[in-house]
């Protein structure tokens, strides 16, 4: 009985072992791609978010971003080339080659503060419902590309409802707000984009979430935007389900039960 509750409390840290493991960040160093760095062009909005009284004006886009070193996978485009949306609105995104940690979307941002699961169901259920699930294909237009953006943003920084899948979501108003810049409407060009982000929150589902999406942490140089990837389907490894975590549990309840009968 003895050989038994050795062995199966060997498992058992073997398996703690690898959630530990599992939960480590894997770290690539990236840059923004030559030129202005978009992948579609962009749309310079201004935007302010109230609570934490900040406000400036962005160019607005998905980037073209160079792959230079790391552990992980994202989806490639040609060579070394991939597609981020950016995560933080107060943050720029720099010129220079920046290390990140890549991790669970939900632990984007970290720790200022990170974006929690219920905000990283929302940017899944964004994309989903802008219809731009493959991060290897580019949207048609700097339109598309900026409307998304400003979604991602308006679900990151938003005060969410008691049930965030039921929150209303207006880019023009609320907690984090978005309009033109200061010098015109760019041919209304700001307006399409508003409108285009506003039909993208009124569309999300809890049921309809694009997947495999990771966010990257800037760690150096400090300062630098977090952006959002995705990533081929099981380049990364998955930090375990609560399933996983309530088998650790049940086995530590065994060990138990065998301790007991050889006290006995």
């Known amino acids: 009985m003895k050989t038994i509750v050795a062995k199966l409390g060997t498992a058992l840290m073997a398996l703690c072992f690898s959630v530990a493991f599992n939960a480590n960040a894997d770290t690539i160093t990236a840059s923004r791609n030559s030129g202005d760095g978009f ?60 290390t990140y940690d890549v991790v669970e979307l939900k632990d984007g941002r970290a720790p200022s503060p990170s974006i929690g699961p219920d905000r990283a169901q929302l940017i899944q259920a964004v994309l989903a419902s802008a219809n731009f699930t493959n991060f290897g294909v580019a949207p048609g237009s700097n339109i598309i590309s900026a409307a998304i953006q400003v979604a991602i943003w308006e679900v990151v920084y938003e005060t969410l409802d008691a049930n965030p899948f039921a929150t209303v979501f207006n880019a023009r108003t609320g907690n984090a707000f978005f309009g033109q810049k ?57 930090i375990p389900e609560p399933g996983t975590i309530g088998l650790l549990g049940f086995g530590l309840v065994v060990i138990g039960m065998f301790r007991k009968r050889i006290s006995a």
């Open 39 to 98: 992948a579609s062009g962009s749309v310079t909005l201004n935007w302010r978010v109230t609570d934490i009284n900040k406000g400036g004006t962005s160019a607005v886009g998905l980037f073209k971003m160079k792959l230079e070193s790391g552990d992980v996978d994202p989806i490639l485009l040609t060579g070394d080339e991939f597609y981020a949306f950016c995560i933080d609105l107060e943050q720029n995104l720099v010129n220079s080659s920046t």
């Open 182 to 238: 200061s010098s015109g409407d760019q041919n209304g060009t700001a307006t399409s984009v508003l409108n285009l982000a506003n039909s993208y929150l009124a569309g999300i589902s809890s049921t309809k979430l694009v997947q495999d999406l990771r966010a990257m942490n800037s760690t150096l140089p400090k300062g630098s935007q977090d952006l959002l990837i995705q990533v081929q389907p099981g380049s990364v490894p998955e």
